[in-house]
Nanobody, 133 residues
Framework: EVRLVESGGGSVQAGGSLRLSCAAS???????????MAWFRQAPGKEREGFAA????????YYGDSVKGRFTIPRDNAEHTVQLEMNTLKPDDSAKYYC???????????????????????WGQGAPVTVSS
């Protein structure tokens, strides 16, 4: 059974930075390395948004327009972790942030698959992020 646990986040003023971390358990090194990892977020009254994903080694990553240039999603396959480094935060970034995982083999999913909640099998419990103006 795959388990994802987020940590980090919290409150920050606009323009500041935060880091989220997601630790995966229940996977071997090879299995984790062939998983796509993604971050989603959901603000109150809004739909869940997939905005960043990282694929198996060498297959690159994806960033939505809302975070491109401000967020990065590094992964450490040896540690079975993926981070979300958030810079130049805006009040609109306030939401609950979720880590998600899906098996990708050694390929790269389409952009649509990368941001679709239904594409992911495993989810973390969520971590709140609040950005004040």
């Amino acid at each position: 059974e795959v388990r994802l646990v987020e940590s980090g986040g919290g409150s920050v003023q606009a323009g500041g930075s935060l880091r989220l971390s997601c630790a995966a358990s229940g996977l071997t090194y090879t299995a984790y390395s062939s998983h796509c990892m993604a971050w989603f977020r959901q603000a109150p009254g809004k739909e869940r948004e997939g905005f960043a994903a990282i694929y198996p080694v060498g297959k690159g990553s994806y960033y939505g327009d809302s975070v491109k240039g401000r967020f990065t999603i590094p992964r450490d396959n040896a540690e079975h972790t993926v981070q979300l480094e958030m810079n130049t935060l805006k009040p609109d970034d306030s939401a609950k942030y979720y880590c998600a995982a899906r098996y990708c083999g050694w390929g790269r999913p389409t952009t649509a698959q990368s941001v679709a909640s239904e594409s992911y099998n495993d989810w973390g419990q969520g971590a709140p992020v609040t950005v004040s103006s």
